[in-house]
């Protein structure tokens, strides 16, 4: 999803001379095969969207999976670029680095602050070494080999090329499929997980994925300028959030659903609230443009056209 956006976006900047792979035809998690083909590309630039995703429900299933798969593609790339002489590289992680009892909306300096939730710790865990590790670079390369590895961290993306899976998708692909099944089935109610009091921002992958060009692009002194050496991440959000519940009657009424919602308070809600703070990007120069009326109803055209 984030990497075809980041695509769209260079592609609609005039860039034409794109490298990309897809999991089947490259494994991040295999050494060999990316130092491989690092040295066979040898790009100027490297945007690092690749990572095993999911909510809460695949996140608390498979947490081996998901702290070593991304250990493994993070620390696989940013050598392998270095190895290779690229310069510039952009780490994408998550708005799950803050800690579970984070001030909001969490700025970058509340990172390694407190604990984290423990339903998505592993990935957390992974997402945090994968900005240690651009720092260090850069801390280690930056002078004599002008490494300059860049951090940007989402708030919640959805939009085209999501993953619908039933049971290992984030929050809103999850809703969009369980309404549009109910919908066709012509379900009197559809059960949501958790209580529906938690709140949750949402940014629409395109507006994300300029974000990640805008980012790139920056010039170094005017990134260090609102950086810091070992703080050097962006939070990138749309600049609020809603409840959980106000996001369902959202799908809902996007979908066209005319049932009834009811909240299964058994299931777990995750962190009560995930709202980043992103003066720092804003101060920069870059705004979110897409709201959630639309970009749900981008969404679940995406959705329908994949049905």
């Known amino acids: 999803m984030v990497g075809g956006a980041i695509v769209r976006a260079l592609q609609s900047q005039g860039h034409s001379d794109l490298v990309t792979r897809t999991h089947a035809e490259l494994d991040l998690t295999n050494q060999a095969a990316v130092r491989a083909f690092f ?20 996140n608390n299933t498979y947490p081996a999976d ?15 670029a270095f190895r290779n002489g690229i310069k510039k590289l952009l780490f994408l992680g998550s708005s799950c680095i803050y800690p579970r009892l984070a001030e909001q909306p969490m700025r970058e300096d509340a990172l390694l602050t407190g604990v984290l939730e423990p339903t998505n710790e592993p990935y957390a865990i992974a997402k945090i070494a994968g900005i240690k590790l651009c720092e260090s670079y850069n801390r280690q390369y930056g002078a004599s080999h002008g490494v300059d590895y860049r951090s940007v961290m989402p708030t919640n993306l959805y939009g085209p090329g999501d993953n619908y899976h039933p049971e290992n998708s984030h929050v809103i692909p999850a809703l969009i499929r369980r309404f549009h099944e109910a919908k066709v089935a012509g379900a009197p109610s559809v059960s949501i997980w958790g209580s529906g009091t938690p709140r949750r921002e949402f940014l629409y992958v395109d507006d994300m994925a300029a974000a990640s060009v ?24 749309f600049g609020s959030d809603v409840t959980i519940a106000e996001l369902a009657h959202a ?6 659903y005319q049932g009834t919602i009811e909240f299964d308070s058994s299931k777990p809600d995750g962190a009560p609230r995930k709202w980043m703070d992103s003066s720092r990007l804003n101060a920069l120069g870059w705004q979110a443009k897409v709201n959630l ?3 749900l109803s981008l969404a679940y055209q995406d959705f329908v056209s994949q049905s």
């Open 293 to 295: 009326e639309r970009g």
């Open 251 to 256: 799908v809902g009424q996007t979908v066209g």
């Open 39 to 58: 040295a066979q590309e040898k790009p100027d630039q490297v945007y690092l969207a690749a990572a095993k995703v999911g909510g809460i429900h695949s």
């Open 214 to 237: 805008f980012v790139m692009n920056l010039p170094l002194a005017i990134y260090q300028q609102h950086t810091q050496p070992m703080l050097s991440h962006i939070n990138v959000g």
């Open 66 to 80: 998901f702290i070593y798969q991304n250990l493994m593609v993070q620390a696989n790339v940013v050598e392998a």
